[in-house]
């Protein structure tokens, strides 16, 4: 009786660990799918090869899925990144200088692209448990095609909610993004998602 609790005890040990590896890639799709609209604040740092870090930026983030979400960026300076579903806008206002980019094309500029449905995640990505650090966890996403402009993706949940995002590019520069007062299923007014370049700026559209 004992070698038989011990032979289904071990059986049953790949199925648990297995278990256990699913439960954040589980816990991203039930985020995905349960964030149509989301609002937070959010406070950014980009990290240099070499490991120093540069100046923190901070300001609000929406996002309303499929395919819109803009970036408010506050402090120290302004900036606008708005995707309207098939272009993304950088708006830079202190350089007064407007560039417009394909929806495709977008991702290693801005991490949101994979939370706005957009893209098809485990068609474009390899997706890797890193399990919990500091109480959150983590999921890794990196690209299939040698063509990305990026190397990995990581996104941090606290329990169900978007806590925080890292990518890393390929010339060693990472850029960390945490965020705060996450809510999700608000309305948001459409017009966050619609962007005009003010009169006067320079317009620069990449095909």
């Keep these: 009786m004992i070698k038989k609790a011990l032979f289904l005890l071990l059986v049953a040990l790949p199925v648990f660990a297995a278990a256990a590896e699913v439960a954040p890639v589980q816990r991203l799709r039930d985020f995905l799918a349960r964030a149509n609209t989301l609002q937070a604040e959010f406070s950014q740092v980009i990290i240099d090869e070499a490991g120093n870090p540069g100046q923190r930026t901070s300001g609000v983030f929406y996002l309303q899925r499929p395919g819109k979400f803009r970036w408010d960026y506050k402090k120290p ?20 200088q407007v560039t417009a980019k394909r929806l495709d094309e977008a991702i290693g500029s801005t991490p949101a692209l994979l939370l706005s449905g957009e893209v098809a995640l485990e068609n474009n990505f390899k997706i890797e ?30 329990d169900n909610t978007l806590a925080g995002m890292e990518l890393g590019d390929n010339f060693g520069q990472v850029t960390r993004i945490y965020f705060s007062n996450v809510k999700t299923g608000v309305k948001l007014d459409r017009n966050l998602f619609e962007f005009r370049p003010p009169p006067g700026v320079d317009v620069f559209e990449e095909r």
């Design 77 to 96: 300076y302004s900036q606008e990144i708005v995707s309207s579903g098939q272009k993304v806008w950088f708006y830079d206002v202190d350089l007064e």
């Design 129 to 158: 448990n890193q399990g919990s650090d500091e109480g959150l966890f983590w999921i890794k996403l990196v690209p299939k095609s040698e063509d990305s402009g990026f190397k990995y993706v990581l996104i941090g949940l606290d």
